[in-house]
């Protein structure tokens, strides 16, 4: 009851402002305040902190978010120093990758890139936040950036100046607000083509879809719970009295309803007969209704079927195609961004960060088949003697 009028004060906050015509707390836009669905009902749309909840109460939403969390995080990645053929060298020894290995005391690289993906997937604004824990120093050999740690972006504010763009941040974990420097902070976003600082999480794109699921196991939940069927009428053309009747009705329900009782016998006096009554379970069509919206989850959310065990969509031919084009459009360009924002903000703050920079091991991404594809192309051009 409690978390229901909190979510009213803010929401009668947000209004306050607009009428003030002031800016909107981070992750609210003028637009988004309220929606006017197709029949004229005044909808209010979901807070940053439901939609990041989507994670733990939709199925599809767990499923395909964790699924693209695992596989950008399992992207071996190489420290590599500048070299002038541009090819670079490989670093086997550096501060940075001790703290990559273990980038909190309760994180290891891939729990820490998989919190990272996650909270750019799931939050409204499709970013994530993560604080630079400094080690007290940049002495030579000190690693100036002792921890990484992943803050909710659900508790976070960007603080932007017109004049010089992010100011500060302000993180909020409690009732207690600290700002925090943009030198303490990494900020990594999805884009979103309407703002210059703010990004867009493809939970809002995917909060219709997951209405619509969750709509329809209320009713199969239903649908159960009454007894396998929508409802029943018991019918006959001999008089009942009134208290027979109550007493029919409440003997049918105890002996029918429920999912542990579907499929039994029913004896019936009074020359009664048992019909369904409304709808059919098969009229309603929820197999198709679900079935779209996993499909378009998995659109949304740019995950191929195979990797939520979908094996309806793949054959073993298709499904290293949907790895492929996975990989190469969704994983890399993502992990890619990744090593971006440490290089510029982690890897600058040693001693000779600036000489080196961070990438996915490419060879290391290779397919089985795609392996084997090369081998064989090399072998018809060794045979031809086009190669040595």
């Known amino acids: 009851m409690a978390g229901v009028f909190s979510r009213i004060v803010d929401r009668a906050k947000i209004a306050y402002r607009i009428l003030k015509g002031e800016d909107l707390p981070f992750g609210w836009r003028l637009l988004d305040t309220t929606t006017v669905t197709l029949g004229g009902k005044l909808e209010i749309p979901p807070t940053p902190e439901q939609l990041l909840d989507a994670y ?9 978010v964790s699924a693209r969390a695992r596989a950008v995080a399992a992207v071996p990645l190489l420290l590599k120093r500048r070299t002038k053929d541009g090819k670079g060298e490989v670093v086997a020894e550096h501060p940075f990758l001790d703290l990559m290995e273990k980038p909190s005391s309760t994180d290891t690289w891939e729990t820490y890139c998989q919190t990272i993906v996650m909270h ?17 120093g940049k002495d030579k050999g000190q690693a100036p ?26 993180y909020k974990p409690n009732e207690r607000e600290q700002l925090m420097s943009p030198d303490d902070v990494m900020h990594m976003r999805l884009i979103d083509p309407r703002s210059e600082v703010k990004g867009l999480g493809p939970i809002r794109p995917a909060w219709a879809t997951i209405g619509v699921t969750r709509e329809a196991n209320r009713w199969n939940q239903g649908f159960f719970a009454r007894g396998a069927f929508p409802g029943v009428t018991l019918q006959t053309n001999a008089p009942i009295p009134p208290a027979e ?7 049918w329900n105890t002996s029918h309803q429920g999912t542990g009782k579907a499929h039994g016998v029913a004896v019936l006096p009074y020359g009664l007969t048992a019909a369904e009554f409304g709808l059919t379970h098969r009229d309603m069509q929820f197999r198709d209704i679900l079935k779209m919206a996993r499909e378009e989850a998995h659109a949304v959310w740019a995950v191929p079927p195979v990797l939520t065990g979908l094996l309806e969509y793949s054959a073993f031919a298709t499904s290293q195609i949907q790895l492929a084009i996975f990989r190469d459009h969704v994983v890399l360009p993502m992990i890619r961004y990744v090593c971006a924002v440490h290089g510029w903000d982690v890897l600058l703050e040693f001693e000779d960060g600036a000489d080196l920079y961070l990438e996915p091991d490419s060879e290391a991404m290779r397919l089985p088949d795609e392996a084997d594809r090369d081998i064989a192309r090399a072998e018809r051009l060794f045979i031809a003697q086009i190669i040595d």
């Not at 733990?56 to 395909?64: G, I, K, Q, R, V």
């Not at 799931?122 to 400094?134: I, M, N, Q, Y």
């Open 56 to 64: 733990a109460n939709d199925l599809w939403t767990h499923a395909c």
């Open 120 to 136: 750019m997937l799931l939050s409204d604004t499709g970013s994530a936040f993560v604080e630079k824990v400094r080690a007290g």
């Open 145 to 170: 950036v002792a921890e990484l740690r992943p803050l909710l972006p659900t508790k976070m504010r960007v603080i932007v100046d017109p004049r010089k763009g992010i100011e500060s941040f302000a």
């Open 245 to 251: 009747r109550d007493r029919l009705k409440a003997e």
